[in-house]
């Protein structure tokens, strides 16, 4: 396997033709051990398939083969293979408009990445696999329209943090039957702990049981990193959503590990050997995702910040807030905010990614901008009882309050009333209004923060302890629960609608689709309103 590396791709002026060169270098050579006739027992597209990281003339197909997903190696022979694929423009393929080979490396787990290019713009298209008389599901892609073409209307689902041993994945059933335009996957598609065991177990202080299980130890390897991957992938419910829409992906925390910050863990683990875990860990997670060659990563590190255009409708950021931030203050702890978190020197998304968002922001021309991102940017206090100390999260923007406000005084600067963040990671939907100044209320911006798919189980609802001490000191708050689900988004040209759906319960099967609450953000007007 070449692996190409990205610094030296990427600089000069023809680093975009370099890479292209390259890509189809990989896809073109014939490497010597290839196994020209493999066979297999089962299908061995038990992973799914899955598309992604669209543009005007194309998107990224991926699959993994994987016989046998749990088994060292996925039950593959550790040779090289050549998979068919093939783009219809209909679901029965009447008509085949693109189609070639790829290399499945076992370097990369037996993986397939296959940037397809040559289509036309905005528009659904449908792909398969074939290897060994065997074939995969059908899945749905989309282009982008042209930037700068007249679009009127966008739908997308927000969703993550997804933990295996906590619940069914209802949620992406139902999003699989949402008529979207894509998905927005915000992180913590896997959890890296080990099996939780057979005992009752306490989780956010109330007793718990695992509904299903993982399968070995805490991920540290590359190898048990992939069969974590292997296990979530499996789920029925996933691949459904994977398979009916393209996927804008990122990664938050445990796709490495809880809370890990820059070079550093939360174990205080030295940053030299932790860099040797994100290695393992960013290999695992470029190879179950339909991601670019761009994305491959270069040792510990991996690009993942991006940008995607809607036509004239919308620019979509998709940020990077673990690789380049500073270490979390005050043990990581929910705590007051002390003067290191107005600190210059600490920053979310460090310097480059920034200036890149900046300039992104700066000249673009649509209708609305969207900050895909992990973590909530508002800045909720709570309290621990009625008496105690305000406290915020030190994991959240709240933490890095310094930075915060310089982007949310860009955007007041320079692109008022069309920016709208979409985030995740707390588990609980929250809606509400950003501003960065409290002696200056007016928002600047709004954000909706999509709960977990399954990660906390079935949930409080709306009136626990938490739910009331944040909606009491927090007035930018518009809404907050505890149950599981997905922020569904339906942009216009001159309003932003969103609704935060809920499932009512995970731990069984058939869980009941509802919607909790709607919102309405006005084109020119930041701050939510009910719907």
């Given amino acids: 396997m070449v692996f190409l590396r990205r610094r030296t791709l990427l600089t000069g002026m023809g680093a975009g033709l370099l890479l292209s060169t390259r890509l189809k270098h990989l896809q073109a050579a014939t490497p ?33 083969l994987a016989p046998s997903p749990l088994q060292e190696g996925g039950g593959m022979t550790l040779r090289p293979v050549l998979v068919d694929w093939e783009v219809g423009d209909d679901e029965k393929f009447s008509r085949i408009v693109r189609n070639g080979q790829a290399i499945a490396h076992p370097e990369l787990a037996h993986c397939v ?21 065997y074939e995969s599901a059908i899945g749905r892609g989309r282009t982008l329209p042209l930037p700068g073409a007249p679009v009127q209307r966008l739908r997308f689902a927000a969703a993550g943090c997804q933990h295996y041993e906590q619940g069914y994945y209802t949620a992406w059933r139902a999003i699989a039957n949402e008529p979207i335009d894509f998905v927005f996957h915000y992180g913590d598609y896997i959890y890296e702990g080990k099996d939780s065991g057979e005992g009752i177990h306490k989780m956010n202080g109330r007793p718990f049981k695992a509904l299903r299980r993982h399968v070995g130890p805490e991920c540290y390897s590359l190898d048990e990193y992939r069969r974590r991957y292997a296990l979530y992938k499996q789920d029925p419910d996933l691949q459904a959503a994977h398979a009916a829409a393209p996927w804008l992906v990122s ?33 695992a997670y470029y190879e179950h995702m339909p991601l670019r060659i761009r994305s491959l990563p270069d040792g510990s590190h991996m690009q993942m910040y991006r940008d995607f255009r809607y036509g004239d409708l919308m620019n979509i950021f998709v940020l990077d807030t673990r690789q380049y931030r500073s270490d979390q203050v005050y043990g990581d702890h929910d705590a007051p905010q002390g003067p290191d978190v107005w600190s210059p020197e600490r920053t979310m998304m460090g310097a480059p990614q920034e200036q890149w968002l ?17 973590v909530m940017m508002m800045d909720l206090a709570h309290r621990k ?13 709240s933490g890095y309050l310094y930075a915060r406000k310089r982007l949310l005084q860009f955007i007041d600067q320079h692109c008022p009333g069309n920016v709208v963040n979409v985030t995740g990671d707390a588990h609980r939907h929250f809606a509400g209004d950003l501003v960065y100044d409290p002696d200056y209320p007016k928002p600047v911006s709004v954000e909706f923060l999509a709960t977990s798919i399954s990660s906390g189980s079935d949930g409080l609802g709306d009136d626990d302890a938490f739910s009331r001490s944040v909606r009491r000191e927090n007035p930018q708050l518009k809404a907050t629960t505890d149950k599981r689900g997905y922020v569904l988004c339906d942009v216009g040209r001159d309003v932003w609608h969103a609704d935060l759906k809920v499932v009512d319960k995970v731990m069984e099967h058939d869980g009941q689709l509802s919607t909790y609450a709607s919102f309405a953000v006005e084109r020119g007007r930041p701050g939510l309103q009910k719907a």
């Fill in 32 to 64: 010597r051990n290839l196994d020209g006739k493999p066979r297999f027992d089962v299908s061995p597209f038990q992973l799914g398939i899955a598309s992604g990281d669209p543009s005007p003339d194309g998107f990224v197909l991926w699959t993994r």
């Fill in 113 to 133: 990445h296959v940037e397809v290019e040559g289509l036309q713009p905005d528009r659904p298209y449908w792909y398969r696999f074939r290897i060994a008389g």
């Fill in 251 to 283: 990664s938050d925390d445990h796709e490495v590990d809880n809370n890990w910050a820059g070079d550093t863990d939360q174990d205080g683990t030295p940053p030299e050997v932790f860099r040797q875990r994100r290695t393992s860990a960013m290999q």
């Fill in 358 to 374: 900046f300039d992104g922001l700066g000249r673009s021309d649509t209708r609305w901008n969207m900050l895909a991102h992990q």
């Fill in 385 to 397: 009882s009625a008496h105690s100390e305000l406290i915020y999260s030190m994991d959240q923007w």
